[in-house]
């Protein structure tokens, strides 16, 4: 596609519930990543995957937090037993590998309620 | 944590006026970004600056770097409404890891 893509824009779960939050990156961009922002607050690096290579998870706040990437394309971000201080907007962006800057999604907004 | 901070948090000022906002780091860095945020959602790149740079212009953007003293400049000139943003640097390592790390970000207001 001709952007980052990213689904739902916007989730409310029940704490404790399983949320999978998709990201769907520009075609043939190497490298995906995922961060997220509290409320009036800057972004936090959470899992960066680049190629084949093995995915950087140093983010990660917790076990329950995962993420995959399928084919080199599709991430699919899987938080389980949700907490209240998951609320967040979990954004994703790409880069191509040959040159340096992010193309953002618009991102997930996630209300544990 | 937060590699960048940005200084100041919060900026207003009127349409017309030039904007200036700072960010600090703390580690070598390999290139340094900038981005805007409209909304609290996605964030759009505006410019890259390389650790062997000092300045660099696109449009009414002008950053700077001074890598001795670990920190940048973003200067929007001639502001206009459309400005209203949140403004955040990021830095990279680069050689081929191109994970960033962001600032906490300064919300710039333009007053029309």
């Known amino acids: 596609g001709a952007g980052v893509s990213q689904s739902p824009s916007n989730k409310v779960t029940e704490k404790g519930k399983d949320v999978e939050l998709r990201c769907d990156p520009i075609?043939?961009?190497?490298?995906l990543y995922w961060y997220r922002q509290s409320l009036g607050q800057g972004l936090e690096f959470l899992i960066y995957f680049q190629g084949n290579s093995a995915p950087d998870k140093s983010g990660l706040p917790s076990d329950r937090f995962s993420a995959e990437r399928t084919g080199g394309s599709v991430s699919t971000l899987t938080i389980q037993r949700t907490q209240q201080e998951d609320s967040a907007v979990y954004l994703c962006a790409s880069s191509p590998g040959t040159r340096l800057g992010y193309t953002f999604g618009s991102g997930t907004r996630l209300t544990v309620v | 944590s937060q590699q960048g901070e940005e200084d100041p948090q919060a900026l207003s000022i009127q349409e017309g006026e030039n904007a200036t906002m700072n960010c600090s780091y703390k580690t070598s860095i390999n290139n340094l970004q900038w981005y805007r945020q409209n909304s609290g959602r996605g964030l759009v790149h505006l410019i890259l600056i390389r650790s062997n740079e000092r300045e660099k212009h696109s449009g009414r953007l002008r950053v700077t770097l001074d890598t001795s003293k670990k920190s940048s400049s973003l200067l929007i000139t001639a502001s206009r409404a459309a400005d209203t943003a949140s403004y955040f640097c990021?830095?990279?390592?680069?050689?081929?890891?191109?994970?960033?790390?962001f600032g906490t970000g300064t919300r710039l207001t333009i007053i029309p």
């Open positions: 075609s043939g961009h190497t490298a």
């Open positions: 990021a830095t990279g390592l680069g050689f081929g890891n191109e994970k960033l790390t």
